[in-house]
Nanobody, 119 residues
Framework: QVQLVESGGGLVQPGGSLRLSCAASVSIFTVNTMGWYRQAPGKQRELVAVMTSVRSTNYADSVKGRFTISREDANNTVFLQMNNLKAEDTAVYYC?????????????WGQGTQVTVSS
């Protein structure tokens, strides 16, 4: 079982920045992929950015060049640095982890943190 705890959401003006953090309850060396998804009102949950155990990354086209995912192994934490935020970035952001198993894999989710971009 992997527990994920997010922090860092809030209200920010367009063009501003926020940094989200996600602390895992296990060593992130035992997790194959970690990252972030988001869900805006009335929309499906979508990938924002993920990082594999070998630090390969994948970003949504809408956030490339503005968001950066990183990890701090010593504290089992993954970060999402969000710059030049836009109104359309407003959503609940969920930390995500996937651990591969003999049966395929298991996905884990955090409780979500609200990000609101508004003037």
């Amino acid at each position: 079982q992997v527990q994920l705890v997010e922090s860092g959401g809030g209200l920010v003006q367009p063009g501003g920045s926020l940094r989200l953090s996600c602390a895992a309850s296990v060593s992130i060396f035992t997790v194959n992929t970690m990252g972030w998804y988001r869900q805006a009102p009335g929309k499906q949950r979508e990938l924002v950015a993920v990082m594999t155990s070998v630090r390969s990354t994948n970003y949504a086209d809408s956030v490339k060049g503005r968001f950066t995912i990183s990890r701090e192994d010593a504290n089992n934490t993954v970060f999402l640095q969000m710059n030049n935020l836009k109104a359309e970035d407003t959503a609940v952001y969920y930390c995500y982890a996937r651990r591969l198993t003999m049966a395929g894999g298991v996905n884990y989710w955090g409780q979500g943190t609200q990000v609101t971009v508004s003037s």
